[in-house]
C-alpha cells in the first residue's frame, strides 16, 4: 500500500480537508484527479451516500476489507437508480480528509487502497459537521461510519447528530467489535438522525458486505428500497429497518 510521507495540515474551524490545490503526495494527487473526473449528480437522478472510516491504526483489517466490498454498495445501487459516494477518512492526530463524489466503484477502490492507517484518535464529530455541511448544498441521502473506538465527548457528538438529524440524514453506524463506549455513542447518533446501529464481529467481512449493501440501498432508493432488500430476507436490510421504524 503506497504510503502518504507529508505531514497532515490541520483544517481550520475543525473542518474536513478538501483535496489540496497543489497535490503532495500519490493520495493528494489521486484526490485531485478524482475531482477533475467525477461528473456533475443529475439532479434527482442518483442517491449521494458519504462512507466514513476511522483509519488510525486498529483499523487496517477493516479497511482492507472495506476496500474489497465497497463495490456492492455500487453494485447495490445500479439496480435501483445509482449511487455517488464520497470518502471521509481521519486518522494520526489532526488529518481528516474527504474526496469528491465518486461515481464509480474503481476510483473508490483505487483511492483507498493508497491510503494506509495511522496511529491516532477518534474524530467522529468533525465527521458528522462534514456530512451536514454536504447537505447545505446538495443533500446527502446517509452517512454511513465504520469504526471500532469513541475517545470524544459524547455531549458534543451528540449536538452535532442532532443537527444532522435535523436535515433528515440518517447515520448509519457499524461498530466492529465490542466497545461499550463506541457503542453507546454510536447508539446515541443513529437515534438521534432516525439511522440505525450495528455490530459486527472483528474480520466478519461477510456481516460488513450486508450492512453496506443495506446502507446503499436505502441511500440510492430510500425505505422502499431497503423494504424490498428485506424482503428478500437480506440480513443487513433487516437489521437496518427493524430500527428505522422504530418510533
Same mark, same amino acid.
Given at each position: 500500500m503506497a504510503k502518504d510521507p507529508s505531514p497532515a495540515t490541520p483544517a481550520p474551524s475543525g473542518r474536513v480537508e478538501p483535496a489540496p490545490a497543489s497535490p503532495r503526495s500519490e493520495v493528494d494527487a489521486f484526490l485531485e484527479r478524482a475531482r477533475n473526473l467525477a461528473p456533475p449528480i443529475a439532479a434527482g437522478g442518483r442517491g449521494r451516500l458519504v462512507f466514513a472510516l476511522d483509519a488510525t491504526m486498529s483499523r487496517q483489517p477493516t479497511?482492507?476489507?472495506a476496500c474489497r466490498l465497497q463495490a456492492d454498495m455500487f453494485q447495490e445501487a445500479a439496480a435501483i437508480g445509482g449511487l455517488d459516494i464520497q470518502l471521509v477518512y481521519? +486518522?494520526?492526530l489532526s488529518e481528516c480528509r474527504a474526496s469528491p463524489f465518486l461515481s464509480e466503484a474503481g @476510483? !473508490?477502490? +483505487? !483511492?483507498?487502497?493508497r491510503i494506509d492507517c495511522r496511529g491516532g484518535h477518534t474524530q467522529i464529530r468533525r465527521i458528522l459537521a462534514h456530512a451536514r455541511?454536504?447537505?447545505? #448544498?446538495?443533500?446527502a441521502q446517509a452517512l454511513v461510519f $465504520? #469504526?471500532?473506538?469513541m475517545e470524544e465527548s459524547l455531549d458534543d457528538l451528540c449536538a452535532a447528530a442532532g443537527e =444532522? #438529524?435535523? =436535515? #433528515? $440524514?440518517? /447515520? %448509519?453506524? %457499524? @461498530?466492529?467489535?465490542?466497545?461499550? $463506549? *463506541?457503542? @453507546? *455513542? %454510536? +447508539?446515541?447518533?443513529?437515534? =438521534?438522525t432516525r439511522g440505525a446501529y450495528c455490530r459486527f464481529d472483528v474480520g466478519a467481512a461477510h456481516q460488513l458486505r450486508e450492512l453496506l449493501r443495506a446502507a446503499a440501498a436505502y441511500a440510492a432508493g430510500g425505505m422502499k428500497a431497503l423494504t424490498d432488500l428485506? /424482503?428478500?430476507r437480506h440480513a443487513g436490510a433487516q437489521r437496518l =429497518?427493524? @430500527?428505522?421504524r422504530q418510533p
Open positions: 479497511w482492507d476489507e481521519y +486518522r494520526g @476510483q !473508490l477502490r +483505487r !483511492l483507498m487502497e455541511r454536504e447537505t447545505d #448544498g446538495k443533500k $465504520v #469504526g471500532d473506538a =444532522l #438529524g435535523m =436535515l #433528515g $440524514v440518517p /447515520a %448509519f453506524m %457499524f @461498530q466492529e467489535g465490542y466497545d461499550p $463506549v *463506541a457503542e @453507546q *455513542a %454510536f +447508539r446515541e447518533i443513529a437515534r =438521534l428485506s /424482503a428478500r =429497518l427493524a @430500527q428505522m
